[in-house]
C-alpha cells in the first residue's frame, strides 16, 4: 500500500468518526464504500474498520458502564454470535467478485439501511417478543460479519424499548465492544496473514479514530442534529446509488 493510500486512508477514517460522532451512526456506512472506492477489497476495508470500532465502542463503554443494561446485553451478543460466522462466511464467498459487483452489495447494504432509518416507524413496548429479539441480534451479527453494518438491526431493537437517550447508546456502545473481537478472530482465520497489515494499520489509526468521534460529539453540540442527520441521509443515498450503478458510470 502506498503513502497517498495510507494518508486518504486516514483522511476518510477521520472524516467518518467525526460524522459518527455529530449525528451518533454512520461511520462503517460511509467508510466501507470509502475503503472500496480507494482501491481496497471488501474484506480489507473490513478488517482495517474492526480495530478502531473496537476501541471506539470500548471508549464509550467507558465512560457509559453505569448505564449498560449488562443482562440485555449479554442476550443480544449471544444472538449476534450465532449471526457473525455465516456473515463471514458469506464475506468469503463476495470477496472473491470483481470489484464492480462488490460496490453493488455495498451500495445495496447501504441502501437499505437508509430506508431503514427513514422509514421503520417503531412504538416503544414494556417488552420485544423473544422470537423478534432473535430475529433483530441474529440479523444483526449476520450483517456486521457479511458488510461490516449491523448496526440498524439491533437500532430498530432498541427504538421499541422505553429506555433513554444514554441508556440506549450504552446498550449500543456495549454491544459493538463484545461482537469485535469474534469478528477479529473469524476475519483472520478465515483469511489469514493477508490481512495483518490491515488490522495494524486500523490499530495505527484507532487514535485518530477516537480524537475524530469526540470532536464530533463537541461539534454536535453546537450543529442542528436533526438538519445534519437529513444531510447524512442523503449523502448516503447518493453514495448507494453510486455504488449500485458504478459499473455504468465508470466509478
Known amino acids: 500500500m502506498s503513502i497517498s493510500v495510507i494518508v486518504l486512508v486516514g483522511v476518510i477514517l477521520f472524516l467518518c468518526s467525526t460524522i459518527q460522532g455529530i449525528v451518533g451512526f454512520a461511520f462503517?456506512?460511509?467508510?466501507?464504500?470509502?475503503?472500496?472506492?480507494?482501491?481496497?477489497?471488501?474484506?480489507?476495508?473490513?478488517?482495517?474498520?474492526?480495530?478502531?470500532?473496537?476501541?471506539?465502542?470500548?471508549?464509550?463503554?467507558?465512560?457509559?458502564r453505569s448505564y449498560v443494561l449488562w443482562k440485555e446485553v449479554g442476550i443480544g451478543t449471544v444472538y449476534r454470535y450465532m449471526g457473525i460466522p455465516i456473515g463471514i462466511y458469506v464475506l468469503t464467498l463476495i470477496s472473491g467478485?470483481?470489484?464492480?459487483?462488490?460496490?453493488?452489495?455495498?451500495?445495496?447494504?447501504?441502501?437499505?439501511v437508509v430506508l431503514s432509518q427513514l422509514y421503520m416507524k417503531v412504538e416503544s413496548k414494556k417488552a420485544v417478543s423473544p422470537f423478534w429479539t432473535f430475529v433483530a441480534f441474529f440479523t444483526s451479527g449476520?450483517?456486521?460479519?457479511?458488510?461490516?453494518?449491523?448496526?440498524?438491526?439491533?437500532?430498530?431493537?432498541?427504538?421499541?424499548?422505553?429506555?433513554?437517550?444514554?441508556?440506549?447508546?450504552?446498550?449500543?456502545?456495549?454491544?459493538?465492544?463484545?461482537?469485535?473481537?469474534?469478528?477479529?478472530?473469524?476475519?483472520?482465520?478465515?483469511f489469514g496473514d493477508r490481512l495483518l497489515n490491515f488490522f495494524i494499520l486500523g490499530l495505527t489509526f484507532s487514535p485518530l479514530v477516537i480524537i475524530g468521534t469526540l470532536w464530533g460529539v463537541k461539534l454536535g453540540d453546537f450543529l442542528d442534529r436533526e438538519k445534519l442527520k437529513k444531510i447524512i441521509l442523503s449523502l448516503l443515498v447518493i453514495t448507494s446509488l453510486v455504488s449500485i450503478f458504478s459499473p455504468y458510470l465508470k466509478v
Open 97 to 112: 467478485f470483481d470489484k464492480s459487483s462488490i460496490k453493488q452489495i455495498v451500495g445495496i447494504a447501504i441502501l437499505l
Open 28 to 64: 462503517n456506512i460511509f467508510a466501507i464504500p470509502m475503503l472500496i472506492w480507494s482501491g481496497l477489497g471488501l474484506d480489507e476495508a473490513i478488517s482495517l474498520t474492526t480495530i478502531p470500532i473496537f476501541f471506539q465502542s470500548a471508549t464509550s463503554t467507558y465512560k457509559l
Open 142 to 190: 449476520l450483517t456486521l460479519g457479511m458488510v461490516s453494518m449491523g448496526g440498524p438491526p439491533a437500532v430498530i431493537w432498541v427504538m421499541a424499548q422505553r429506555w433513554s437517550a444514554i441508556r440506549t447508546r450504552a446498550f449500543l456502545s456495549a454491544l459493538f465492544f463484545l461482537a469485535s473481537p469474534l469478528q477479529v478472530v473469524l476475519l483472520y482465520y478465515n
